[in-house]
């Protein structure tokens, strides 16, 4: 059974750096079909994807959140860790991992992908 | 960024109903495009992959259609337990995106 479990702070401060782990299972974080991302959702709010990580250790980053986030992962403790720096209020939301599936042998730009499972996610309010 | 736009935002329909939600992307996305449902309190679940495949498990009366900018996604008899927030979401590029939702309500 895939279950992916999203563990870290519940309250953070503004301008603090939020750092939330992934821990996965049912799954290897090296097997080249899957891989790993980050989403979130504001409450009454869409989902917004904010990052992935692969088993080649590819990363991408959300355009508007880059430069605040860090993707990283470590396979020998099935865990793929978030960072992003500066939080602000209008960053309080559940923050989900979830996994990706890659159509074809491995994940690669013309792979369809999509998540599957996602994490039960973790509420992380920003407030001082 | 692609945007990604669905309509309607709210949908009223009652039991049996057909129902389409369509999203539209704001430049081609052949078929990356997948749609998941959500419930009040629950995790999204995917329903579509690939803009057309069902996801093993989900029941048969989800469908999916669509290639490039234009998609739906069709409930052909409507059920109390499809009452839900739908989104989609495509994978064409590095920066994914979803769409805003589609709440299907009980007429």
């Known amino acids: 059974q895939v279950t992916l479990k999203e563990s870290g702070p519940v309250l953070v401060k503004p301008t603090e750096t939020l750092t939330l782990t992934c821990t996965v299972s049912?799954?290897?974080?090296?097997?080249?079909?899957?891989?790993v991302s980050w989403i979130r959702q504001p409450p009454g709010k869409a989902p917004e994807w904010l990052a992935h990580?692969?088993?080649?250790?590819?990363?991408s980053y959300s355009t508007s959140l880059k430069t605040r986030l860090t993707i990283s992962k470590d396979t020998s403790k099935s865990q793929v860790v978030l960072t992003m720096t500066n939080m602000d209020p209008v960053d309080t939301a559940t923050y989900y991992c979830?996994?990706?599936?890659?159509?074809?042998?491995?994940?690669?730009?013309?792979?369809?992908?999509?998540?599957?499972?996602w994490g039960q996610g973790t509420q992380v309010t920003v407030s001082s | 960024d692609i945007e990604m736009t669905q309509f309607p935002s709210f949908l009223s329909a009652s039991l049996g109903d057909r129902v389409s939600i369509t999203c539209r992307a704001s430049?081609?996305?052949?078929?990356?495009l997948n749609w998941y449902q959500q419930k009040p309190g629950e995790v999204p679940k995917l329903l579509i992959y690939?803009?057309?495949t069902l996801q093993s498990g989900v029941p048969s009366r989800f469908s999916g259609s669509g290639s490039g900018t234009g998609f739906s996604l069709t409930i052909s008899s409507l059920q109390p337990d499809d009452f839900a927030t739908y989104y989609c979401?495509?994978?064409?590029?590095?920066?994914?995106?979803f769409g805003q939702g589609t709440k299907v309500d009980i007429k």
């Open positions: 979830a996994r990706i599936r890659c159509s074809g042998a491995y994940c690669y730009s013309k792979s369809f992908m999509w998540f599957d499972p």
């Open positions: 049912g799954f290897s974080l090296s097997d080249a079909k899957m891989g």
């Open positions: 990580i692969f088993s080649n250790d590819e990363k």
């Open positions: 430049q081609p996305i052949a078929s990356f």
């Open positions: 690939a803009a057309t």
């Open positions: 979401q495509q994978s064409y590029n590095t920066s994914w995106t």
